[in-house]
């Protein structure tokens, strides 16, 4: 996982919604901003990935944006938005495990086709025969 904190711009604004006193007079909401494309800690390969999974999140300006006012305080919104930035991000660079298609063994084939045809028998010796 990739700290880089360093790169994040913050701006303060005030909070939308109903609040207390407050609310009109104590920009608590932040947004942390980050540069995708200036970034130090990601190579090239690393980037394209963050631009392609994140596209919709990314503006026209190569800036990945995110706004919290979860929190009633300023600085609890800047640890909570920095964590979450640094999650999506770290989450975007994984590259999932390719898949292979596997067949069932002979064995596995071979004990589904015997217990399907003790059923068909079981079911057939039920039949009322004349």
Do not use: C, H, Y
């Amino acid at each position: 996982m990739k700290d880089f904190t360093k790169e994040l711009s913050f701006k303060a604004s005030r909070s939308s919604g109903a609040g207390g006193q407050n609310v009109n007079k104590v920009e608590t909401s932040v947004t942390v901003m980050w540069n995708v494309e200036e970034s130090e800690f990601f190579n090239v390969f690393q980037k394209n990935l963050i631009q392609t999974k994140l596209k919709n999140r990314i503006n026209s300006e190569g800036i990945l944006q995110l706004t919290v006012s979860e929190s009633r305080t300023q600085f609890q919104n800047k640890k909570i938005a920095i964590e979450k930035i640094l999650e999506i991000v770290n989450d975007s660079v994984v590259i999932p495990k390719t898949r292979f298609k596997t067949k069932p063994s002979k064995a596995k084939v071979q004990k589904r086709l015997d217990s399907k045809k003790k059923l068909s028998d079981k079911k057939e010796n039920r039949r009322f025969k004349f």
